[in-house]
């Protein structure tokens, strides 16, 4: 059931993003520096995870009307000392990722000093770490993983406008996340190898709170996100992410 909500969360934005783009009155731009750290490790199924990861790229919106706006994130980011665990070993190494999202936003009431909103999100994370460091029983071994973390969120939201140049917004809502993530650990000496691989396929449904401060200037702006990902109901964990958005207007 939750898969085939999810199915139709994401046919339906895309096609929003297509059908608003002729009509949309207004377009924005902006560059985005987004990190992403979990509390504690993430560990399921016996594999552990000290997740971070630092994301650079574009966002783009898309206006209908004042109230319905469409956004996408795009970016490339890397943790050049990533640690990890699995088959009794503890490796480190550079991984690399794409970060990918699709958000809608719509405001359905407004008045003087706040606003009140609905959001859906869907954001892909794709990691892959191909030369990973690691050692066993004093042995020197070698792994690579590749991980998806993908969430959908749906969320409502209140705006404050305590001046007219700064407003404070508020969102609680709902996360349905699923992590899946592939690894190998090879070990080669004097002519004996072994290998060894570890899956997991974890999905979870979860609380996700956020808060952005925004400056509200006539056309460029700057923008301070702040989310927590609760991953509990399957690793005790969350994760935070900070993003910071420079905003204008053409």
Do not use: C
């Amino acid at each position: 059931m939750i898969k085939y909500k999810n199915i139709i969360l994401a046919h339906s934005l895309a096609l929003i993003l297509f059908a608003t783009t002729a009509i949309a009155d207004s377009y924005k731009i902006e560059p985005f520096a987004l990190f992403e750290q979990a509390e504690r490790n993430i560990l399921i199924d016996g594999v552990s995870t000290k997740y971070a990861l630092g994301v650079a790229g574009i966002q783009v919106h898309k206006t209908f009307n004042t109230n319905f706006t469409i956004s996408s994130h795009l970016g490339y980011g890397q943790n050049n000392n990533q640690k990890t665990s699995f088959a009794g070993a503890n490796f480190n190494g550079k991984v690399t990722g794409t970060y990918l999202s699709l958000n809608g936003r719509y405001q359905f009431f407004q008045q003087k000093h706040f606003n009140l909103f609905t959001t859906a999100e869907i954001t892909r994370r794709k990691l892959k770490a191909s030369n990973l460091i690691g050692k066993r029983n004093n042995l020197d071994l070698t792994g690579s993983s590749d991980t998806n973390i993908n969430s959908e969120d749906v969320s409502i939201g209140v705006t404050l406008n305590p001046t007219k140049l700064l407003s404070l917004e508020l969102t609680a809502g709902v996360s349905n996340w699923h992590i899946k993530s592939d690894a190998k650990a090879f070990y080669s000496s004097n002519g004996l190898s072994a290998s060894a691989k570890k899956s997991i396929d974890a999905k979870g449904r979860d609380p996700v709170l956020g808060a952005t401060l925004k400056t509200n200037k006539d056309n460029h702006n700057f923008a301070l996100k702040i989310l927590n990902r609760s991953l509990r109901s399957k690793t005790n964990t969350s994760i935070i992410t900070g993003e910071l958005n420079y905003i204008f207007q053409f």
